[in-house]
């Protein structure tokens, strides 16, 4: 199965900031990688697929990249309701993997 | 706007199946694949498989032989049964529709594994 690796795990950030969550497939998956968002208690939400179409409804202060091996979730201008925890999906090849996560707290 | 809803027994005996329905509304379940996922408490997500209207599946092979996916379109829903149950298998199953990137999702359902 695909491994995927997001990095960091954890990061501390200000309403404001400007943030870049990275992940890394052990092989290459061309564009065939999402994003989520989870708070707690509450169902993952998709926020980009194809690694860089956002999907209807979200914010455009969350932008996706990459191909590839390597790709990237930004943020621009933190804003309060951000604050979650973030996977990567890949679906190029089966079985669907996930990353581990990384978890956005305020600073 | 379709809305998913899991549905089934909260506790599961080691050694036994684990059984859970996700009903549909708002929308067909027919012509979508329909996906169930995985999530431990404190962990990351794990896809257990899915399943098209047409009753064609795909699982993970982490599961090996012991996942079977079924739909029953007359009802709008779709069900997901887990065989020999050990405590790894405790976890919040979602249920979502989708066949790659998933939009729509239930609320999840814990199922713990404890006799």
């Known amino acids: 199965a695909i491994q995927l690796t997001q990095s960091p795990s954890s990061l501390s950030a200000s309403v404001g900031d400007r943030v870049t969550i990275t992940c890394r497939a052990s092989?290459?998956?061309?564009?065939?990688l999402a994003w989520y968002q989870q708070t707690p208690g509450k169902p993952p939400k998709l926020l980009i697929y194809d690694a860089s179409t956002l999907e209807s409804g979200v914010p455009s202060r969350f932008s996706g990249s990459g191909s590839g091996t390597d790709f990237t979730l930004t943020f621009n201008s933190l804003q309060p309701e951000d604050f979650a925890t973030y996977y990567c999906q890949q679906f190029n090849i089966y079985p669907y993997t996930f990353g581990q996560g990384t978890k956005l707290d305020i600073k | 706007q379709v809305q998913l809803q899991e549905s089934g027994p909260g506790r599961v005996k080691p050694s036994e199946t684990l059984s859970l329905s996700c009903s549909v509304s708002?929308?067909?379940?027919?012509?979508?694949?329909w996906t169930w996922i995985r999530q431990p408490a404190g962990k990351g997500l794990e896809w257990i498989g899915h399943i098209y209207t047409s009753g064609n599946t795909r699982y993970n092979p982490s599961l090996k032989s012991r996942v079977t996916m079924s739909v029953d379109t007359s009802k709008n829903q779709f069900s997901l049964k887990v065989t020999s149950v050990t405590a790894a298998d405790t976890a919040v199953y979602y249920c979502?529709?989708?066949?790659?990137?998933?939009?729509?999702w239930g609320q999840g359902t814990l199922v713990t594994v404890s006799s």
């Open positions: 092989q290459g998956i061309g564009s065939a």
């Open positions: 708002g929308d067909s379940i027919r012509g979508y694949y």
């Open positions: 979502a529709r989708g066949d790659w990137a998933f939009k729509s």
